[in-house]
T-cell receptor, first 117, second 113 residues
Framework: EPEVTQTPSHQVTQMGQEVILRCVPISNHLYFYWYRQILGQKVEFLVSFYNNEISEKSEIFDDQFSVERPDGSNFTLKIRSTKLEDSAMYFC???????????????FGPGTRLLVL | RKEVEQDPGPFNVPEGATVAFNCTYS??????FFWYRQDCRKEPKLLMSVYSSGNEDGRFTAQLNRASQYISLLIRDSKLSDSATYLCVVTPHGSSNTGKLIFGQGTTLQVKP
């Protein structure tokens, strides 16, 4: 199974601080996704990213969030000023195929557990 | 109404039992359907896709009823290793669809020796 990697595995931060979560998706894939899962709750879509720009974002993805692809392989999610309610598991995902979008399943990275104090 | 709805459980069953999970979705135009498995504090992993004709993978059988907007997963001969949370997942329909996955809250299965 193709591998999606994420760093760090855990991050603890103070409220109001900026955090950057990193993902290395499956190589040569054009679509990337971020999801989050608050402890005990369902997995929620945050944003999809295609060809170096946001293609869709959810209501959760407000101005505090941004995504970038700083180089050819990494894909980052930045939270500018963290809030207590940002504490969650953040997953990066790639579709099964390089052109995959609709009707495609996705492979998830192991996640970054973010704790905001 | 929730987009994807599941009974959260937990379902506690003995080894060897057959267990069935159900899921309903609200958008009749939903396009693709999946069952994912999630172990505690881990990422979701694809268990199987779900097709209108029904499909089977070993001990696992998935069915889709588009008319009723209902998806099911049947696990036969449960193993201890089947203990996990099972996530019902759909993709929405439409030209603006970017392939995002919409998750149910999951159904927890605990298989006891």
């Amino acid at each position: 199974e193709p591998e999606v990697t994420q760093t760090p595995s855990h991050q603890v931060t103070q409220m109001g601080q900026e955090v950057i979560l990193r993902c290395v998706p499956i190589s040569n894939h054009l679509y990337f996704y971020w999801y989050r899962q608050i402890l005990g709750q369902k997995v929620e879509f945050l944003v999809s990213f295609y060809n170096n720009e946001i293609s869709e974002k959810s209501e959760i993805f407000d101005d505090q969030f941004s995504v970038e692809r700083p180089d050819g392989s990494n894909f980052t999610l930045k939270i500018r000023s963290t809030k207590l309610e940002d504490s969650a598991m953040y997953f990066c995902a790639s579709p099964r195929t390089s052109g995959g979008r609709q009707q495609e399943t996705q492979y998830f990275g192991p996640g970054t557990r973010l704790l905001v104090l | 109404r929730k987009e994807v709805e599941q009974d959260p459980g937990p379902f506690n069953v003995p080894e060897g039992a057959t267990v069935a999970f159900n899921c309903t979705y609200s958008n009749s135009a939903s396009q693709s359907f999946f069952w994912y498995r999630q172990d505690c504090r881990k990422e979701p992993k694809l268990l199987m896709s779900v097709y209108s004709s029904g499909n089977e993978d070993g001990r696992f059988t998935a069915q889709l009823n588009r008319a009723s907007q209902y998806i099911s997963l049947l696990i036969r001969d449960s193993k201890l290793s089947d203990s996990a949370t099972y996530l019902c997942v759909v993709t929405p329909h439409g030209s603006s669809n970017t392939g995002k996955l919409i998750f149910g809250q999951g159904t927890t299965l605990q298989v006891k020796p």
